[in-house]
C-alpha cells in the first residue's frame, strides 16, 4: 500500500493526494472519490460546496472554507432528506403548532414569536450526525462526508424553552417530536423526517427556535424561516422549515428515530455484518469530539525549503468541551501540543492554532486530533463500524508537499 502510494506521489496529481489521504490509514480512498470532489455546488448566494448528493441536495464544505471564527451562510453546508418547501412569501404569517403533552396548545405565527418571547443569540456549532462517515471501512452507507458537515454559524431566535413553558408543560412531558414543511421525494406523504430530543436537550437555554442565521433572515435552503438549532447534538434533530412540536410521554419513534437510524453501537459489532444486531444501540445525542486544519488545503505546496508549518483549525465536542489538540506530521508517532481558545459562548467551536516542524522535504500528511474534557480522544480511524455509519470521528488529515 505504501508502495502504491508513493507511486501516485510521485506522478504527483493534488487531487489523487487528496483523495489517498481522507481515507482511513489502514487502507487507501479509490480514484473515483477524488472525482466526486470535482462536483461544486452552483448555487446563488452559497459557496462552491462539495456536492455529495443533488436529488435531495446534500453538499459539504470543504474544510479550508471553514477558516473563519463564524461560517457564513454562504459556506455554512447543506443536508436536505427531502425537497423544501417553496420560496414563503409572508415569513411573519409562518405558522408553528406545540402540541401533545401540554396544558394549553399553541399555535403561533412567526411574526408572534418574535413580538412575544425575549431574542437571544449565539454562535453554536451544527453537526450532521454522518459527519467523518467516508472514513468508515467497510463504507457505511448513507452520505459519504469527509469532514465538512459541520459549520458554526450565529442563530439568532428565541429559547425553545420560553415557548414551551407558555404552552405549560405536563408532568409526563419527556420528549420532543419535530415536523417540518418539507416533502419527500419519493412522493409519498408523511414527514420526509421526524426526530427529537430529550426534554431537558429541548429546555436546554442554547436550544432555540432560530429565524435569524448571521444576523439575517435564515435563507430557505436553510430552513428558514424557522427552524430548531439544537447545538451539540447531531444536526438531524435541528429541524427545517419548522411547523410543529409534539410534546411526548415517551422517546419518540418518527422516520429518523428508529432502527439503525442516528443511533450507535453500545455492544460493539462486526463491521460490514449484514445482520448488524440493532438492538445493541443507542440514539446518538452528544456528537463526539472532532477538530479540523482550516487554514491549509488538501495537496497544498509550500516552498521548498519549509520545515516549520503554521496550523490553525477549529475543535469541538458536542455537549462537551475541548481540552487538548494535538498536530502531528508523523502518522501520531509524535505529537505537538496546540494552544486551545476558549469558545466564545457554550457550544460554539474553538480555534486551536500550532507550529508544527518536519525533518525533511517530501510528502506528510498533516494530522490533527483533539481530546475532550471527560478525556476523550480522537481515534486515528472511524470505530465502532454501524450499518449507517455515525460518530466517526477519526483524526482529520491533510495531504501537503514540500519539494525539495
Ligand atoms: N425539515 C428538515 N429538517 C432537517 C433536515 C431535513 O431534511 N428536513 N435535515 C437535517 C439534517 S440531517 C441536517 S445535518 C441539518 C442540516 O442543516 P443545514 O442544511 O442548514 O446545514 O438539517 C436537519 N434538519
Ligand atoms: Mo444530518
Request: glycine share 12%; hydrophobic share 40%.
Amino acid at each position: 500500500m505504501q508502495l502504491t502510494r508513493r507511486g501516485f506521489v510521485s506522478g504527483c496529481s493534488l487531487t489523487t493526494m487528496a483523495a489517498l489521504a481522507a481515507g482511513p490509514i489502514s487502507s487507501t480512498r479509490l480514484i473515483a472519490e477524488a472525482a466526486q470532489a470535482a462536483n461544486l455546488l452552483k448555487m446563488s448566494g452559497k459557496a462552491e460546496l462539495v456536492v455529495l448528493g443533488e436529488n435531495p441536495l446534500v453538499a459539504e464544505t470543504p474544510a479550508h472554507l471553514l477558516d473563519g471564527e463564524v461560517t457564513s451562510t454562504e459556506a455554512f453546508f447543506i443536508r436536505n432528506n427531502g425537497e423544501p418547501p417553496g420560496p414563503i412569501a409572508d415569513p411573519d404569517a409562518w405558522m408553528l403548532t406545540v402540541d401533545g403533552e401540554v396544558h394549553k396548545p399553541l399555535a403561533i405565527r412567526l411574526g408572534d414569536i418574535k413580538a412575544r418571547f425575549r431574542k437571544t443569540d449565539h454562535v453554536l456549532q451544527l453537526e450532521c450526525g454522518g459527519n467523518g462517515r467516508s472514513a468508515f471501512n467497510p463504507k457505511a452507507r448513507g452520505n459519504q462526508w469527509t469532514v465538512g458537515g459541520v459549520g458554526c454559524a450565529r442563530w439568532g431566535g428565541v429559547p425553545l424553552a420560553d415557548v414551551l413553558n407558555e404552552a405549560g408543560l405536563k408532568p409526563q412531558a419527556s420528549y420532543t417530536a419535530h415536523y417540518g414543511a418539507d416533502l419527500r421525494t419519493d412522493g409519498a406523504t408523511g414527514p420526509v423526517l421526524s426526530r427529537g430530543v430529550r426534554l431537558a436537550k429541548a429546555m436546554e437555554r442554547h436550544t432555540l427556535l432560530a429565524y435569524e442565521m448571521n444576523g439575517k433572515p435564515i435563507p430557505n435552503i436553510h430552513g428558514g424561516p424557522l427552524r430548531l438549532i439544537v447545538p451539540g447534538w447531531p444536526a438531524s434533530a435541528s429541524h427545517k422549515w419548522l411547523t410543529r412540536i409534539w410534546v411526548r410521554d415517551r422517546e419518540h419513534d418518527g422516520p429518523g428515530m428508529t432502527g439503525t437510524s442516528y443511533r450507535v453501537p453500545v455492544v460493539p459489532g462486526i463491521p460490514g455484518d449484514p445482520n448488524f444486531d440493532t438492538k445493541g444501540m443507542r440514539i446518538l445525542e452528544s456528537m463526539p469530539v472532532r477538530s479540523i486544519i482550516t487554514n491549509l488545503r488538501d495537496g497544498q505546496r509550500f516552498p521548498a525549503g519549509t520545515r516549520e508549518l503554521a496550523l490553525r483549525g477549529h475543535a469541538w465536542a458536542g455537549e462537551d468541551t475541548v481540552a487538548a489538540v494535538h498536530v502531528s506530521a508523523d502518522f501520531g508517532q509524535t505529537w505537538t501540543q496546540a494552544d486551545v481558545m476558549p469558545a466564545v459562548n457554550r457550544y460554539a467551536w474553538q480555534r486551536w492554532t500550532a507550529t508544527l516542524k518536519v525533518p525533511t522535504h517530501g510528502y506528510y500528511e498533516l494530522c490533527v486530533r483533539a481530546t475532550d474534557a471527560s478525556g476523550k480522544s480522537q481515534p486515528p480511524l472511524a470505530g465502532f463500524w454501524n450499518p449507517q455509519g455515525y460518530g466517526g470521528n477519526g483524526w482529520h488529515r491533510v495531504p501537503v508537499l514540500i519539494p525539495a
